[in-house]
Structures are given as structure tokens and as C-alpha cells.
């Protein structure tokens, strides 16, 4: 096996399994994920040991599965979609605090009404009761909330 052969059997290997590997062949785990690999690559030319090893450091038999394609299309190198890579589709993915979406606008949105002189006074609390907000209150089969406007959205009406 030759130096890129080992390039390639490395190549979808984590820095978990990196790891592992290097453990396991008795060198140093640490690094990053190019020193490591040159590391394992240096001892595996070295040795001339390819195979990969377990954490117990037994060999360990390569397979390759991918999903959705048949012998032949796998033996004929044929890729029936673009998430097909030999280590799977998930490699390389980490976890970060960072949320992966943010909210523009509370769910339904801002609304503004306003029919005649749009240069009105404001007018004070509708709450502002002298019993209390609640006063007169009861219930019915009526639903008491209605969605004005669509997540994010705002809505203006002005006449006059």
C-alpha cells in the first residue's frame, strides 16, 4: 500500500477514530486532525500494519454499506444520491450553542387599525376598569383567540 492509499482509508475517519487509532498503535493522541492523520499514516507506512484497529487494538474488517444502491450500482461506483460518501452522510457534523434559526417577529405579528384622522390622541388603557379587568367576564363555546396575522407578519389598515 502506498502513501495514498492510506490517504484514502484515512480520509473519513473522525477525530474520535483518529484517535482510537493512534491509542491503539501505541502514539499519541493528540493534535489536531492533520497531524494525527500524518502521524498514523508515518506509522502505518512505518509497520506496514493498514489495517484499522478496535480500542482493544484487535483488527478490525472494513465494510462499506451504502444505502439505496445495489451490488452492482455499488461495484460499478454509481451514486444514487448526493448524501452517498463512504463514511456516511453525517460526518463532520458537530454540535455548537449557536441556535441554527432565529425569530423575526413574535407569531402574529404587529397589527395597527386605524379608521379617520390617523394623527388621532391615544386614548388610555381598555383594562383601566374600576372593578378590575375582569369584571363581567364569562365563558362560552365561542373560542376567545384569533390569530390576526401570520407568524412574523404586520398588517396596516388606514382609511381617511
Do not use: H, W
Amino acid at each position: 500500500m502506498d502513501a495514498s492509499s492510506v490517504d484514502n482509508l484515512l480520509r473519513p475517519l473522525t477525530i474520535k477514530d483518529l484517535r482510537v487509532q493512534c491509542r491503539a498503535r501505541g502514539l499519541t493522541p493528540a493534535g489536531g486532525i492533520e497531524a494525527l492523520k500524518d502521524r498514523l499514516k508515518e506509522n502505518m507506512l512505518e509497520t506496514k500494519d493498514f489495517a484499522l484497529k478496535s480500542e482493544t487494538g484487535e483488527d478490525m474488517t472494513v465494510v462499506q454499506v451504502t444505502a439505496g444502491q445495489s451490488s452492482s450500482d455499488v461495484a460499478a461506483g454509481k451514486s444514487m444520491n448526493n448524501y452517498t460518501r463512504p463514511a456516511g452522510q453525517n460526518v463532520g457534523n458537530f454540535l455548537t450553542d449557536r441556535s441554527s434559526s432565529r425569530v423575526l417577529a413574535p407569531p402574529g405579528g404587529a397589527s395597527q387599525i386605524v379608521f379617520g384622522d390617523a394623527d388621532a390622541p391615544k386614548t388610555g388603557n381598555n383594562y383601566a376598569r374600576p372593578g378590575g379587568q375582569n369584571v363581567g367576564n364569562f365563558l362560552t363555546d365561542k373560542p376567545s383567540s384569533k390569530v390576526s396575522a401570520p407568524p412574523g407578519g404586520a398588517s396596516q389598515i388606514i382609511f381617511g
